[in-house]
């Protein structure tokens, strides 16, 4: 089963005052765009450049940012978090995932950290992965057709160190469901199945005209 044949309750835009998401065809470019800052986002946190390099790329990302001022837009009209095709959506914001499966039974993802992402030692900020766990977790809900929720809670267990520019995979299912709540699980694993990190958490769905 696929995401498009995952229908939500009638009511799931009603939950809350969320706008309505739909996927989002900028055009090639967009996803050139997204590809070269995520690389600008490493570079950032690990080049060690002379002084008037440090001045002709900050006059370059002055540039960048006076090119795009114009175009700021309200939450779900731009293209970031609405490009399915993209890692992470296309969202900057979001670790650069991509959906393998998406069905009621569970939802899996891969991710490949980098140096953007690292807390020492090369390892993966410990910071990061409950925003990973977070983005599953919101997978996890739409995937099982509740409505909109937002999370109460998230309790991560960091198994072994997480490792940069190595394939990872992240899985999340719903364990159960309580009224309003919704009783969710997830775990990362590397490669040969060691998990490295787990979480469970607390999802509750939204009243008609809560943000």
């Given at each position: ?18 706008p309505k998401?739909?996927?989002?065809d ?8 997204v ?26 990302a ?39 499966t ?55 267990d ?54």
């Amino acid at each position: 089963m696929s995401a498009d044949d995952i229908q939500p309750d009638p009511d799931y835009y009603k939950h809350g005052g969320f706008p309505k998401f739909q996927p989002a065809d900028p055009g090639p470019g967009f996803g050139r765009f997204v590809e070269a800052m995520r690389r600008i986002q490493d570079l950032a946190v690990s080049a060690d450049a002379d002084s008037d390099t440090w001045v002709t790329a900050a006059e370059r990302a002055e540039e960048l940012a006076a090119l795009l001022e114009p175009f700021e837009a309200a939450e779900g009209v731009g293209p970031a978090s609405r490009v399915p095709d993209l890692p992470g959506g296309g969202s900057l914001l979001m670790p650069p995932f991509r959906l393998v499966t998406m069905a009621p039974e569970g939802v899996e993802v891969t991710v490949q950290f980098s140096r953007f992402h690292v807390g020492g030692n090369y390892a993966v900020h410990g910071g990061v992965l409950p925003l990973m766990f977070d983005s599953m977790f919101g997978m996890v809900i739409h995937a099982t057709g509740r409505p909109i929720s937002r999370t109460a809670f998230l309790h991560v267990d960091y198994r072994n160190v997480t490792p940069i520019d190595v394939a990872l995979t992240v899985r999340g299912w719903l364990d159960r469901v309580e009224g309003r709540k919704a009783f969710v699980n997830a775990e990362l694993t590397a490669p040969d199945g060691t998990i490295l990190a787990q979480a469970h958490g607390l999802m509750v769905r939204l009243l008609p005209g809560q943000p």
